[in-house]
């Protein structure tokens, strides 16, 4: 037998194989194609009405924006049969949020746009910039590129400012934006200016939080006019985990009508009393609910506070002498809070409260106004052997009157 006849042979085997790898793929196919059929027929999630099966699958989200994960919804529902799949990516609104907090810093903006891409026109919920240290200059600027590609359906976006981003800048309008959360914890300085166009680009904004966000105040700072903003109703100002910002600043240039809750957590940087009583005199908000628990207040704010005839909520706390200060005003001035319904007095409350016990429980209560619903205490240690009798009995005489009260682990609804 010569060559020639051998890969004759060979040729010939060797297309015989070929067609029995195609019948093969051919059978694979019908295969799945019949065990589809056949989970359409026993699977009754499969036979439900799309609108049905789409809600079912919406409300396994988590309440925080979804990961990029193939354990995790909403793409485990690709992985799980053709039917899920295919639910799946008939469902817009299962990727309508989207965080990058797992996802490495080169692949975030690919994987954002296909992500997106399965959206369809649905309002967007963005958590991105997540591990801020480790994405570049360039990886930053395209997050915000993309985030200003669907700047008309952006409702919330969370954004975790890169530490190696000089300015956070936007060049298109948030017109959507309900809520914003800015995280500048490890990131340089941003621009006041910038951060105010920001506000400004964002007339729909209800929601503001700024973590750990440093400002660099501009030097004609004293004749900037404050940002006057109508439709943001709740901000907060927490120290984030990042020391040293001074994210406070920031009241020295917005001017708030329509405010609603305003929290300040954890600040690292004194707070001037001037700062804060000038942001609410000028913005007259009808405040309802005020947190002030922040370590390092100046001595001083509470005339400011009573320019807040509508609060219904107050939480103070924290190594602040502002919260022991107002504690003092609160025990002989019930006016100072006309419409006061809770009162919550947290943080560092030992050092709050030093030296007063419960004498400056029951001063407080005795005066209180007669809107107050509640009074908590829920850091102070104490259990019902460290009352004394007087005090339980006098605590127990405003439960019975219709007073919540919670004083560290001791719940005195009960008495």
């Known amino acids: 037998m010569n060559a020639q006849s051998l890969q004759s042979q060979l040729a010939e085997i060797s297309k015989a194989i070929e067609v029995q790898n195609f019948v093969l793929r051919d059978l694979e196919k019908q295969r799945r194609t019949l065990r589809s059929q056949l ?138 934006l309900r809520t914003l959360m800015l995280d500048g914890s490890g990131a340089a300085s941003q621009s006041t200016t910038n951060i105010l166009q920001l506000l400004l680009s964002a007339p729909n904004l209800e929601r503001c939080h700024f973590a750990g966000v440093g400002f660099n105040i501009p030097p004609n700072a004293d004749v900037i006019q404050p940002l006057s903003h109508l439709s943001l109703q709740h901000l907060t100002l927490s120290r984030g985990t990042a020391p040293s910002a001074n994210t406070a ?16 957590i954890d600040l690292d940087k004194p707070v001037s009393s001037n700062d804060v009583a000038s942001f609410l005199s000028r913005s007259s908000p009808p405040l309802q609910s005020l947190c002030l628990c922040t370590t390092t207040t100046e001595p001083g704010p509470n005339p400011c506070l009573r320019l807040l005839p509508t609060l219904h909520s107050l939480s103070i706390g924290g190594r602040c002498s502002s919260a022991h200060q107002l ?18 007095i947290n943080g560092n409350c030992a050092d709050a409260l030093y030296g007063w016990e419960y004498a400056v429980v029951v001063d407080i209560l005795e005066t209180r106004p007669a809107t107050l619903r509640s009074f908590e205490m829920p850091y102070m240690s104490c259990g019902e052997e460290d009352v004394p009798g007087d005090i339980r009995a006098f605590l127990g005489g405003l439960v019975r009157g219709g007073l919540r009260i919670k004083i560290g682990i001791e719940d005195f609804t009960r008495y």
């Open 39 to 176: 989970n359409s027929i026993l699977d009754p999630f499969a036979r439900l009405p799309l609108e049905i099966s789409s809600d079912i699958l919406l409300r396994c989200l988590p309440k925080r924006a979804a990961k990029l994960a193939p354990s995790e919804p909403p793409t485990i529902f690709l992985n799980v049969c053709h039917s899920w799949r295919s639910i799946a990516l008939s469902t817009p609104a299962l990727w309508a949020c989207f965080t990058d907090e797992t996802v490495p810093a080169a692949k975030r903006p690919e994987l954002f746009q296909k992500w997106l891409a399965l959206s369809g026109g649905f309002p967007l919920s963005l958590s991105i910039g997540h591990r801020a240290r480790e994405t570049s200059r360039f990886d930053a600027a395209a997050l915000i590129t993309l985030v200003e590609q669907h700047a008309h359906r952006v409702h919330r976006l969370d954004f975790f400012i890169s530490s190696n981003l000089d300015t956070l800048t936007f060049m298109m309008p948030l017109r959507a």
């Open 249 to 264: 600043v920031i009241l020295r240039f917005l001017t708030l009508p329509s405010l609603h809750t305003f929290s300040m």
């Open 327 to 344: 504690l003092t005003d609160l025990t002989p001035c019930a006016a100072l809070f006309p419409t006061l319904q809770h009162l919550t």
